[in-house]
């Protein structure tokens, strides 16, 4: 929840509005807004977890059914409570604490707001080196299929950043000196901090074949990024997109939206294999050819040819030449560690934190794509690439920044709603194993966790424009993926996020497993008992 929303008394006399009960899931894409019949802006009061309380609303719905990660719901509103008060500095020290926060997404956000909330006096420098500043990632592949205009994807204006009193430098930290307390820019400057944020995100891992470095070669790491792709889309005959995961389908689907006839490579003999099951990656492909993509199966890059500098066609290991002028690289993504690692702190994958996501150092912290935290029944290191996770450890580190660290925090069951061809998806937990032939790593929007079923019943159902698949442990749900109709995504993702032992719900466990997972919006109330 954010910490500098204005006054919520006026909420209070309405007899019902549309929220949004976990904010943090909200990846600020915008489809809500653009959908409001009043033009009324509902992603910023989902940020915030305020009710669409503006008078104006007509709660016509449109918002919760375009939602593409069924986040809103109408509910009766009452007393919603006080803001967190702001805390002044331990020892009522004069000089206010300075946060120097290095980076510019989700988890640098969460990280401020936290701080404000918490400290009303503290300094706050972000360090991010994006022209464009904070904006929705997620939000992109909207605006790649000419969905969302780009003036949509922003969440915050000016004026309400500025309500933060963030002071913003548009430049790249260049090396961290911890012993002096000091961050050093591109131009020289140094900023001395109290307290250090590291939340520098991912980057798209290049292709490693001849001809990478050629003018058609892209990848959709930012809205620089996203505007490329859709200049050269129109201007392309034909693309080859090769990876996998979700950003591949961004891609494939904004160059065919744009007019370029697209050839999806896959290595091995279906799409995402480590996260979907082959049924789900059989509805995928199908809707991909259906919308006119050219997919090819056991298909390896071996080369870019160029002529002029320029990308004029590909090369496949089987020595196929497929002429093309542009060529998309989703392969993964890797953490932004370079910094860290040479400021001396513990790196593997990424940044290694302790459980109040210290970095090694008593004042310096990680949050987002970077922050690499011990599973605590495992100990090994887990990383995401989730808007939702970057959220809650920014808003984690931004308290125990602001104050002396006493909250830890708790990974949350990873959870991405998202959209494969077109259908509406969501994936939570455990629900695949094994690695993927497209990726190295992970893709953004991905989770180390969901390719970690051990041996499980998984059970698919149809019903309807639905198909679910749940993967149950002893006695409890572990993951599950819900594509097309999205009404059994909420209550399975408290399901599986709250553990709920089935096996006490004996009305509901009587019956065939099937008929249950299709009466689990019935059965809400018996489960959670």
Known sequence: MGFFTADREKYRTLAGAWVVPEPRRCVQCGVCAFNCPMGLDVRRHAWRGEPVGDGRCLTCGECAKRCPRGLLHFEPLGPTGDELAPRQRAGGAATPRRHVLVGGGPATIAAAEAIRGADADAQIVVVGADPHGFYSRPGLAYYLTDELPERRLFPFSAAELRALEITWIGERAETIEPGAHQVVLASGRRLEYDRLLLATGSTAIPASVPG????????????????????????????????????????????????????????????????????????????????????HPF???????????????????????????????????????????????????????DEYLRAGDPDIYAAGDIAEIADPESGRGVLNVLW???VAKGTVAGLNMAMEPRQAYAEI????ITRLAGLHTTIIGTV???????????????????????????????????????????????????????????PLQKLVEARVDLSAAERVIARPLAEVICNVRADWGACRA
């Open 212 to 295: 990478a470095d050629l003018d058609g070669v892209v990848k959709l790491d930012n809205m620089d990024d996203a505007r490329d792709i859709i200049r050269r889309s129109r201007e392309a005959k034909a693309a080859v997109v090769v990876g996998g995961g979700i950003t591949a389908l961004e891609i494939v689907e904004g160059m065919r939206a744009r007019g370029a006839h697209v050839h999806y490579f896959m290595r091995k003999d279906r799409y995402w294999s480590n996260v979907l099951s082959a049924t789900e990656s059989t509805i995928v492909e199908r809707r991909l050819r259906r919308e006119g993509v050219e997919i």
């Open 388 to 390: 939702n996770v970057a």
């Open 432 to 490: 695949g194993n094994g690695s993927d032939a497209d990726l190295q790593g992970l893709s953004r929007g991905d989770s180390q966790v969901w390719s970690e079923l051990r041996e499980e019943d998984v059970v698919e159902v149809e019903r309807g424009e639905a198909h679910v698949r749940v993967a149950l442990g002893e006695r409890t749900i572990d993951g599950a993926v819900v594509m097309g109709d999205q009404a059994l995504s909420y």
């Open 299 to 353: 298909t390896d890059l071996a080369g870019i040819a160029g002529r002029g500098g320029k990308v004029r066609g590909v090369q496949t290991q089987d020595g196929t030449t497929i002429p093309c002028e542009l060529v998309a690289v989703a392969v993964g993504v890797r953490p932004r560690v370079e910094l860290a690692r040479a400021a001396g702190l513990p790196c593997a994958r990424g940044v290694l934190v």
């Open 413 to 416: 069951k990873p959870l991405n």
